[in-house]
């Protein structure tokens, strides 16, 4: 039977247990999942299961479900918070296939107190997160979006929610980036806000009914939940997602797990579900916190796949696993479509789409391509090549769309596309037809420099004729200029089996860069 989560703040009983002089709880957390269903490999793309037999694989649900069980044993009687902070759908076959059931089976599976609203539960619009709300028994909150004027969402939402653990409250407060209304699909009704306004206000909110532990669990990036943590009083930890940091004590490169600003952790736990997020917080008898430690726990082959879940994914990927394993080609090398690289630089991957986009119609007068670099989801390893890695690569079913505008709204797509480089989002151009020079130490809105087609300087008057995908074409990632073009077609084949395409054409794809864009110190 699900529970009712209709108003603002909901209250659950969830460990019993006397209050204390200190108090400690917790919390077990992930974020985007992104539907890696699935084990994955070491370029975060679905491992082959001969692979995993071997041990060369990491995460799945199945292992995500045992670290969690685990946890869970151990810290038996003690007070605990298993947390998502949102974006479980898109990025696979599995959500391709059955649209959000494998996600909202799994978690049920698992096991979620609560889970934050994500960018990309709103990729079938409302009603994909409608879905994911009513088929769940946690609460899923979001407090600067208002849902109110939404028939398929209103009521369904909260802004936060109380969970009674060891007889303590604990409030959980939420926002989602702002930007999800170009990143992702919410119709009109859904309305969003400034993300400290709202928390400030949900804290608030909760301290005047008397809640003294305050979790923010955020899906808005790093570098925003530093801000939050800076400029939101009254939070005792913030839960992190959307940017697909890596936090750790022991790998090399990652952030501090926890990360303080001021007196306030900051964690994240990756992506694609290879991390398990574990943090232990300690509260005085005033409710102030006085400790924070813990760190993400990789989930390697060490550790061992949930039986029966690991049967139950068998049998959900029973019916594309022959589509997914079908050879379409070969890549003499690694194509690296890693977020980290394409979404600040030419990257291979990028390359790979864009020249294939641009080869499938290079005989219409089309001499631009591009390519976001947040719809590249994955990268290839050398070998053989099958469908389903590419759909992996790229899983949003966007169709090839054509249309053309002036040289001086390619400038302005390209600045809009590397005006956000810091924060690595995903509206970076990859390109074909075409280079670009941009330097990220310039201000936003006069990056770019030394654009050139086809060899020559461009032109800003000329009409030019370009292909990039549905998403992009229709304003997403910020890329409105391309709304009002002329000529547009947005109806042509899929992304992805134009990739595939090109790679078979190749005879042994050899991944390469070459300058086409230059990143100015």
């Given at each position: 039977m699900l529970r009712n989560f209709l108003a603002t703040t909901a209250t659950l009983a969830l460990t019993a247990g006397a209050a204390s002089a200190d108090y400690t709880l917790h919390v077990v957390h992930i974020n985007d999942l992104h539907s890696r269903i699935e084990p994955i490999n070491k370029y975060d793309s679905t491992c082959?299961?001969?692979?995993?037999?071997?041990?060369?694989c990491f995460g799945g649900v199945a292992r995500v479900a045992t670290m969690i069980n685990q946890l869970r044993s151990e810290l038996d009687g003690q007070n605990l918070l298993v947390l998502d902070a949102g974006d479980q759908y898109q990025g696979s076959l599995m959500y391709t296939?059955?649209?959000?059931?494998?996600e909202?089976?799994?978690?049920?599976?698992?096991?979620?107190?609560?889970?934050?609203?994500?960018?990309?539960?709103?990729d079938d619009g409302d009603e994909g997160l409608a879905k994911l709300v009513n088929g769940v028994s946690f609460p899923v909150i979001a407090g600067n979006i208002d849902v109110s004027s939404s028939n398929i969402l209103a009521g369904k939402v909260a802004d936060h929610v109380v969970l009674e653990v060891g007889g303590e409250k604990i409030g959980i407060v939420s926002a989602l980036a702002v930007d999800t209304v170009e990143t992702s699909s919410p119709s009109d009704a859904v309305i969003f806000s400034d993300e400290i306004q709202n928390l400030q206000a949900d804290v608030d909110a909760l301290s005047a009914d008397g809640v003294n532990k305050i979790i923010a669990l955020n899906h808005v990036g790093v570098t925003k939940d530093m801000e939050i943590a800076k400029m939101v009083s009254g939070l005792d930890l913030v839960i992190g997602g959307h940017s697909h940091t890596k936090f750790s004590n022991t790998e090399e490169g990652a952030m501090a797990y926890p990360?303080?600003?001021g007196d306030v952790p900051v964690v994240q736990a990756y992506a694609y579900s290879k991390y398990v997020g574990h943090i232990t917080l300690t509260f005085d008898d005033a409710g102030m916190l006085k400790s924070a430690t813990g760190d993400t726990i990789l989930l390697d082959a060490s550790v061992a796949e949930d039986a029966e879940i690991k049967a139950r994914v068998a049998e959900l990927a029973g019916p594309i696993d022959e589509m997914k394993k079908r050879v379409v080609a070969s890549s003499n090398g690694a194509i690296d479509g890693d977020r980290s690289v394409c979404r600040v630089m030419e990257c291979p991957m990028g390359n790979l789409v864009a020249d294939a986009m641009?080869?499938?119609v290079k005989d219409q007068g089309v001499e631009i391509a591009i390519q976001n670099g947040g719809g590249l989801r994955a990268s290839i390893d050398e070998g053989d090549v099958t469908m389903g890695e590419v759909l992996t690569v790229l899983p949003f079913?966007?169709?090839?769309?054509?249309?053309?505008?002036?040289?001086a709204t390619i400038v302005a797509a390209l600045e809009n596309g590397v005006s956000q480089m810091e924060e690595v989002k995903g509206r970076f151009p990859q390109v074909a037809g075409m280079s670009f020079t941009v330097t990220p130490s310039a201000e936003a809105g006069s990056r770019?420099?030394?654009?050139?087609?086809?060899?020559?300087?461009?032109?800003?008057?000329k009409i030019y004729g370009v292909v990039s995908n549905n998403y992009v074409r229709n304003g997403g990632d910020g890329y409105k200029m391309f709304r009002d073009a002329q000529n547009a077609y947005d109806y042509g084949p899929d992304l992805a089996d134009v990739t595939a395409e090109f790679l078979a054409d190749q005879n042994g794809y050899a991944p390469y860069t070459d300058g086409r864009i230059t990143v100015a110190k």
């Open positions: 082959k299961e001969e692979d995993n037999l071997e041990g060369k296939t059955y649209k959000g059931d494998v909202i089976e799994m978690m049920e599976k698992i096991g979620f107190d609560a889970m934050a609203v994500g960018n990309h539960e709103f990360t303080m600003v641009l080869d499938r079913q966007n169709t090839l769309s054509t249309f053309e505008v002036s040289g770019i420099s030394n654009v050139m087609v086809g060899g020559a300087p461009i032109d800003l008057d």
